[in-house]
């Protein structure tokens, strides 16, 4: 099955983008002696500048916290940092319409979804592909 057809796929305008960071945007590079260490995936700018022209407000979803972010990488766009506390649902709006990208959200998460009508909204991101970035603009674009 394809990955952006998982769950939901970017085929209509939906105003907010949740965007998680491991997994989607950044991913560890391979090993240089016994260390990793993140990397920026490929595509991760060209999308990012892709999404504010498309005119998404984007929200970052994650567990990094905002200034060890900008440290480690200060050519990231400053979008607002959605707090959270168990759940990354509980920082999601669900009165408006969004669309979360996440490399893989937890079965608790899985049910707020479901419960919210808000299936469609999840899109799975499959941290192994290379192009899903791309991926993701084209099915934007050919809707």
């Not at 394809?2 to 965007?19: A, C, F, P, Q, S």
């Not at 090993?31 to 595509?43: A, F, M, T």
Request: a negative charge.
């Amino acid at each position: 099955m394809d990955t952006l057809m998982k769950h939901g796929t970017i085929n209509e305008k939906r105003k907010v983008m949740y965007i998680d960071i491991d997994g989607v945007l950044v991913s560890l590079s391979k090993p240089r002696g016994n260390e990793r260490y993140p990397i920026l995936v490929p595509d991760a700018i060209k999308f990012l500048e892709w999404v504010i022209k498309t005119g998404f407000k984007c929200k970052y979803l994650t567990c990094w916290r905002e200034q060890e972010l900008i440290k480690e990488f200060p050519q990231l766009p400053k979008f607002e940092h959605i707090k959270w506390r168990n759940l990354k649902t509980e920082g999601i709006n669900f009165r408006e319409s969004f669309y979360w990208l996440e490399d893989g959200c937890i079965s608790d998460e899985y049910d707020v979804l479901k419960e919210k009508k808000a299936l469609d909204s999840y899109i799975y991101i499959d941290p192994d592909d290379d192009n899903f970035l791309t991926k993701i603009m084209e099915t934007y674009e050919n809707k």
